[in-house]
């Protein structure tokens, strides 16, 4: 008798299996790319399923991990029949539901038996996509023409040969060609290498299992999610974030805001009351919003659930048209993820009483930088993003702040190494510490900010900053106090200095000149007198806090030496105080 | 000579005698007196060979030794209190890591404590540049305000990291002069010594673990020699390095980090031996335990190395075998998720309770259950009968935690298991496999001991391996190893340079040095100067890539630098992990590398008695799954202790041993090679693959 496997095990060994194949994907574009972009993680790839909805992937920073499918659906609605065996698709355009136009995707059906059977994909952050600034983040952008070169879903490979054309027309328009044509290369080669392997897994389990399997899984994921929805407190629930676009000349501020409607089994987000879309270079497209509010969502379930269209689809999200979440053409949205911080906070903050046990309290918010220019030792070009001047993240029952960025401002992007970045670049990274009393304090405190101190030495060098956190701190919860902010000051060798904006260019860094880059301090959990003495201890020893900061802020008694905690007496302190004396 | 593994349970001897005889021991470790349970296990061989210690000791000419001293500081944070100088401004590289987050979005991931918390990380006011250029002086105050803070916490050992300390070692050596100085019993590592190498966070991290293990594996094995010359050996003893190399103590004490995977290093050494004697070059090795399953490769003879790995949560870039650990053991826990979902692991019952069919309390039901359920293990002659499994616990387990909420028979649902373990096993085999650039379906998969061999033929054929290799000494794997390395000494040197800056002249003479250094170790740990050999390689990459890769430099190349020549040699072998080259794209330098090695004399494996009938005499027959078929019907089963090479039987079949049992499927047959290994070739599989 031939037993039946249980659709159970058969749905989770073909999810093993397909995993196995993203990861060998993967690892074929992360050790063929050439870009430091993709190169330290900043890509998404795996598999879609015949209809383009989401069925396996390799991310590897988390806000991309939604960014497959959207664009997918798009581009079979608009060639309908005429996809092919043999085809490629290159795709950026926002407009056609992308996260951001440097994101550049690559999408190759997979035909067998004549049909279409899934999709293989691969989407990275690209060096240059055109646009008015090198390197794509132009801060003075209104609209999407002053940013990118638009590609709407194009075929690039048709029926199994290159459009020449279409090649060039791209890379014609791209800076840093040689780089960033190699990393098209070692996109391409991973879809393909998908393809391949696919097409073997195909062979072996039936087209007819393997599409039973793709509907079992996305059953079996969403039947999971709903089950610990149904877990959490039912209620509505609503929180706010403010956006400060931190411009030379005209400073705004954007509100975010969101109610959280849990009803069972069913969890909604619904960002109603969120401000209009802005004539700047920060708007998120509803690609972005949904991607953001999905990995804020996992941060509150299960690390087992899985990545596929099974959550997408167990989970409401609206934001209104034409609002800086669901931003409408011809808006510009280079940093439209960096609202996914504030989108994944005001979701935190309105969850706060619900599930104090799980959420997280805000985390430094992301101050980018980056720097382009020509190496004097070489004379060729140089451009790099400081992935290295890390905020804290923040603070959650029971474990401090990550010290390097921990929600969706990082993940796994690999920081660059010192001597690297100095082999590199032409720079001299004088100082990369924690700083002392950056985290936000809390029975458990946010994590610590970094100091970046770098002297330039290059030719031609321009920088430009791109983020937030300069206007406003990260905010503690439950009695939680809040982290520094973050900085960017230049120091020129003629004497002047002053501080940069958190959207600005800097056109001319002459050789010399000295950037201080403090990324600021994660937001703390509960109060901080009620924190761990040992804890306390071990911070003033280290040098994360003061001596004044452990005696004024977490009610300590510091012993004579200055160097750490008098047990005895501060326990004595700190009781005096719980009575008010 | 003798291989000695020490694990965190058990002591494995391998013994090989002049006469070409092996004996294979195992006796229990006692944590706080290692070198007391080796030489009470050398005293056990002693007495089954009718001698005593001394005299048994007198006669062995040498002893190889894989300890986990050095491991087990380090997994279980008890290691020395050590003290780490760095250039001023760069002290927290240690603890921030190039800012990963291992588990994005767990936002309850906290980051592995620094082996030197921030009060021991003191700085040092001097700055060389990429070049090795000094842009600061040495500042002495700093110097002599870091000695005073070292002297004050009463540290036992201290790393020492400069930036590009590898292009200028001579502000790292001005400290370690005073620091030797001033601190004359402090174990202290220079990062210019231990690692010359590019990369300012793995060298930290590196030169951190090494202090951090120093001391304890110096007296750890400064305590067993004198204990074996003290019971009279007078031989040679080597320790086993994390790369399969061997090396002198005097030899390893200084790179302590490089014994970080002294014991299981000798896996892929094993698996190569066995693998070899089966006719195949490459193989995948797998060792199952109670509570996860680890990982190797071999290729081309050679265990597969990484430079940039791990140990725990740690890095080092010192040269060290792969392995990976993923949770899937006899004990891993099955279970069904809220969304119905059939898993397997990480949880582990542990040996405490242990699986359901222990009878130890254990309710939740494990591998070892499932196992049990599906017919392969034998409830009354587990572990040759040393150890009685009870079925109905195990039943229970599975059905009320796997068959009821699944709505499927007991058997359903303890195949269903069966099938997600061997998924897991499998994805986690292949990942390994591909990352290396291999292809499954071209070696064959040795597997060590326990409940491996239960699994392996059907991960196998998940994977299209064509040969499952288990070893009749599985239980001693690693000890056999240890008989089979060479001496091994690893050097490397940053060189950056682009294509067109690569100078002929210092190419030439940093291989040539680090041939000397290498060559002059190896003489001096006992190797016959003709018989090193030096194998040098760089480490290249196109212009501005990130990763290099590593490309094997003959003799004529590394003597007489043609750009050319490399240019090509490295195209193809970018082609072949990547599928493309780039002939017209510069090439960079960035590492040089020599390994030098003294082949030892391999030993043969001992050929075991043949039987007089090819067909061994089944012991039975029982009802079991038949993986591949998805169904249960009848499995020959052998007692398989007492077979000799030649035999060879058929699937389905099940071989019981007294150290664990072999599941064989319908589609494979048999055969007990010379080395009394079992090899199961799968029938149809295109074998000529397998050794290419």
């Known amino acids: 008798m031939t037993l039946e496997l249980s659709q159970s095990a058969r749905t989770v060994v073909f999810q093993r299996r397909v995993k196995s194949l993203t990861h060998e994907m993967a690892r074929a574009l992360y050790r063929s790319s050439r870009s430091p972009l993709i190169n330290n993680g900043d890509f998404a790839l795996g598999f879609l399923d015949a209809r383009g909805r989401m069925l396996e992937q390799d991310e590897h920073l988390p806000l991309m991990a939604f960014s497959l499918y959207p664009g997918c659906g798009y581009l079979m609605d608009f060639f309908g029949g005429d996809i092919h065996d043999g085809d490629v698709f290159i795709h950026n355009d926002v407009w056609c539901a992308n996260l951001q136009h440097a994101d550049v995707g690559f999408y190759k059906p997979v035909f067998a038996g004549g049909e279409l059977v899934a999709w293989t994909a691969c989407r990275g952050h690209w060096a240059d996509i055109g646009g008015a600034v090198k390197g794509t983040c132009n801060p003075e952008a209104v609209e999407v023409h002053q940013e990118a070169l638009r590609i709407p879903p194009v075929k690039l490979w048709e029926k199994g040969r290159l459009r020449r054309d279409v090649w060039e027309l791209i890379f014609a328009n791209v800076r840093l060609r040689e780089i960033v044509e190699a990393d098209a290369q070692a996109q391409l080669g991973s879809c393909g290498l998908g393809e391949r392997r696919l097409l073997g897994l195909l062979e072996s389990e039936g087209a007819g299992a393997f599409a039973a399997n793709v509907e079992r899984l996305y059953d079996m994921t969403e039947r999971r999610v709903r089950a610990e929805v149904a877990a959490l407190p039912d209620g509505e629930y609503s929180g706010e974030s403010t956006v400060y676009q931190d411009e030379p000349g005209h400073p705004s501020t954007s509100r975010i805001a969101v109610k959280v409607t849990i009803r069972g089994d069913r969890i909604a987000f619904d960002y109603s009351g969120t401000d209009p879309q802005t004539p700047t270079f920060t708007n998120a497209s509803m690609t972005s919003t949904t991607s953001a509010t999905l990995t804020t969502l996992l941060y509150l379930l299960s690390p087992e659930v899985l990545h596929n269209h099974g959550l997408v689809r167990a989970v409401d999200i609206h934001a209104p048209e034409g609002s800086i979440l669901n931003a409408q053409y011809p808006a510009a949205t280079f940093m439209g993820n960096k609202l996914c911080q504030h989108t994944g906070e005001a979701v935190m903050l309105a969850l706060r009483e619900a599930l104090p046990e799980r959420v997280t309290a805000p985390w430094g918010r992301r101050l980018s930088y980056r720097m382009t220019g020509k190496d004097p030792r070489n004379g060729r070009g140089f451009h790099d993003i400081f992935f290295l001047t890390y905020e804290g993240g923040g603070a959650t029952h029971g474990v401090d702040g990550y010290n390097q960025p921990g929600l969706m401002g990082g993940g796994n992007v690999l920081a660059q190494d010192y001597e690297t970045f100095e082999v590199q670049n032409p720079v001299h990274l004088i100082e990369h510490e924690y700083v002392t009393d950056s985290a936000g304090p809390g029975r458990w405190r946010g994590g610590l900010g970094t100091r970046t101190r770098v002297r330039y030495y290059g030719e031609e060098t321009g920088g430009s900053t791109h983020g937030d956190g300069t206007l406003e701190p990260s905010p503690g919860v439950l009695g939680g106090g809040a982290g520094t902010l973050n900085r960017v000051e230049f120091q020129f060798p003629e004497g002047g200095r002053r501080n940069a904006h958190a959207m600005e260019i800097i056109p001319d860094i002459p050789p010399g000149t000295v950037s201080i880059h403090d990324g600021g301090g994660g937001g703390g959990y509960g109060p901080p007198e009620e924190r761990d003495l040992k804890r306390v201890d071990e911070d003033l020893r280290n040098g994360f806090i003061s001596a004044r900061a452990a005696t004024d802020i977490y009610g300590a008694v510091v012993t004579a030496d200055g160097s750490g905690v008098d047990f005895e007496a501060s326990r004595r302190r700190r009781n005096l105080r719980g009575r008010g004396l | ?692």
């Open chain 2, 1 to 692: 000579m003798i291989g000695i593994d020490v694990g965190g349970t058990f002591v494995d001897f391998a013994l090989y005698d002049a006469a070409g005889e092996m004996a294979v021991h195992k006796v229990p470790a006692e944590p706080a007196d290692l070198a007391g349970s080796i030489m009470g296990g050398i005293a056990d061989l002693a007495a089954q060979r009718g001698t005593d210690a001394g005299t048994f000791l007198g006669g062995m000419d040498l002893l190889v030794h894989g300890t986990t001293v050095a491991t087990n500081a380090v997994l279980t944070g008890t290691g020395c209190r050590t003290g780490l100088l760095t250039t001023k401004g760069t002290r927290d590289a240690l603890e921030m890591r190039r800012g990963v987050k291992e588990e994005p979005l767990d936002n309850k991931y906290e980051a592995p404590p620094p082996l030197v918390p921030r009060y021991l990380r003191l700085p040092v006011d001097e700055r060389v540049d990429w070049n090795g250029d000094v842009l600061a002086e040495l500042d002495t105050d700093s110097l002599e305000a870091a000695v005073q803070a070292l002297k004050n916490h009463d540290v036992e050992a201290v790393a020492v990291c400069l930036m590009h300390a590898y292009a200028s070692d001579a502000h790292e050596r001005r400290v370690a002069v005073r620091l030797r100085e001033a601190l004359p019993n402090v174990y202290i590592t220079v990062s210019s010594e231990l690692l010359p190498q590019v990369g300012y966070y793995s060298r930290v991290s590196t030169t951190v673990l090494n202090s951090y293990v120093g001391p304890l594996l110096k007296s750890y094995l400064m305590s067993l020699a004198a204990r074996l010359a003290g019971a009279g050996f007078a031989g040679q003893l080597l320790i086993m390095n994390s790369a399969a190399g061997l090396m002198a103590p005097e030899e390893i004490v200084p790179r302590a980090a490089a014994a970080l995977l002294s014991g299981p290093a000798a896996a892929p050494v094993a698996a190569r031996v066995y693998a070899g004697a089966a006719g195949a070059s490459d193989c995948a090795v797998i060792d199952m335990g109670g509570t996860s399953l680890d990982i190797s490769l071999a290729s081309g003879g050679e265990p597969r190395e990484v430079t940039e790995g791990r140990v725990g949560r740690y890095a080092t870039a010192l040269p060290m075998i792969d392995i990976r650990t993923i949770g899937a053991g006899g004990g891993s826990i099955a279970r069904i998720d809220a969304g119905g979902g059939l898993r397997v692991g990480p949880e582990s019952a542990g040996a405490s309770p242990g699986p359901a069919c222990y009878g130890k309390g254990g309710t939740l039901p494990t591998c070892t259950d499932v196992d049990l359920l599906l017919g392969y293990l034998d409830p009354d002659y587990f572990l040759g009968g040393r150890m009685r499994l009870e079925p109905e616990p195990a039943e229970r387990a599975v059905r009320e935690h796997l068959a009821e909420p699944l709505a499927v028979s007991v058997e359903e649902a303890a195949v269903a298991a069966y099938e997600v373990i061997n998924a897991g096993m499998a994805a986690g085999v292949r990942d390994m496999i591909v990352d290396h650039g291999l292809d499954p379906e071209a070696m064959p998969m040795v597997v060590g001991g326990g409940a491996g061999p239960v699994h392996a033929a059907a991960v196998a054929m998940e994977l299209g391996m064509p040969k499952v290799i288990v070893p009749r000494q599985s239980g001693v794997f690693c000890a056999v190893g240890m008989l089979f390395a060479d001496l091994k000494h690893d050097l490397v040197r940053s060189y950056y340079a682009s294509g067109e800056q690569l100078d002929p002249e210092r190419w030439r003479a940093l291989f040539a040095a680090m041939a000397v250094e290498g060559r002059r170790t190896l003489v001096s740990e006992g190797a016959r100067p003709d018989e090193v050999e030096v194998r040098c390689s760089a480490d290249l990459r196109y212009l501005r890539q990130i990763h290099e890769l590593n490309l094997p430099v003959d003799e004529n190349l590394a003597e007489c630098l043609d750009i050319d020549d490399l240019h090509a040699r490295f195209d193809a072998l970018h082609e072949r992990h990547f599928g493309y080259g780039l002939p017209e794209e510069a090439l960079e330098a960035v590492n040089l590398r020599v390994r030098c090695v003294a082949r030892r004399p391999r030993p043969e494996l001992p050929r075991i008695g043949t039987n007089e009938a090819v067909t061994p005499a089944p012991h039975g027959t029982r009802r079991a799954y038949s993986p591949g078929e998805m169904s249960f019907r009848e499995f020959t089963v052998y007692r398989g202790d007492s077979m000799g090479a030649g035999r060879r039987l058929q699937g389905p079949a099940i071989v019981e041993l007294a150290q664990t049992t072999l599941v064989v499927p319908a589609v494979f047959d048999v055969l007990v090679d010379e080395a009394g290994s079992f090899v199961l070739s799968r029938r149809n599989a295109s074998r000529e693959k397998v050794g290419q």
